[in-house]
Every structure is written in structure tokens, then in C-alpha cells.
């Protein structure tokens, strides 16, 4: 019987290459998805304003870098503990990256609301 990958279930040793495996092999995309961010966060940096959210993107690259290397590791040792540092530096970035969405959308619906309400204002008189 195999599983999702095509391979057949391990033992113990074997399980943290197997489940780490999807996520190490898309490592590169993840370390580019990081050097993006990184320079993002430092261009952001080179404004006054931007230069309270830099930290933001840098923070986000490094997640994203640790994991891909974590998972790197993973694959290679078979080590459980890095298999997890993986995951959860991925769980945080997702979490993260949820976070900011959401205010993002909630920005945007309230721009929305502000923009009609000062057509209508303007409209009246």
C-alpha cells in the first residue's frame, strides 16, 4: 500500500522525511518568497512612515528562510525537531500573514464606506 507520495510507509526514522518531504521541496520558492520580503522590509525602510513597518516584512522573510532551511535539514537528518521548528515557523507565517490580510480588508471596507459617505456629502451641497 503507498501513501499520497507514491512510497510506502516508514518507521520511525523514515516518518519526519516523508512528512517534511512536500515542504522541502518547494524550499527555493520559499527562500525567494523571503529574499522578496527582506527587500521589501528595506525598502520600506528608507521611508519615514514605512520605517514603523519594516520590521514587519523582515520578520516575515526570516520565517519563511528558517523554515526552508529547517525542512532542508529534515529531509536530510530525519529529524523529527527540526521537522516541527519547520512546521511551526510556517504555522506563524501563515498566522501572520492571516493577520494582515484581515486588517488590510478591514482598511479597505472602511476606505470604501469613508469614499461614499464623502460623494454623498459632496453631492448635497
Partial sequence: ????????????DDTARRVIQPISSA????RLMAVVMFISGGLAALTIFGLVFAWLPLWM?????KSASSAESASVSGSEAEAIDSLARLKTYFTVQGVVILIYLALTAMSIVLLIGLAVTNSSN
Fill in 61 to 65: 522573510g526570516y520565517l519563511l528562510w
Fill in 1 to 12: 500500500m503507498s501513501d499520497a507520495f507514491g512510497s510506502m510507509p516508514g518507521t520511525g
Fill in 27 to 30: 524550499r527555493g520558492w520559499m
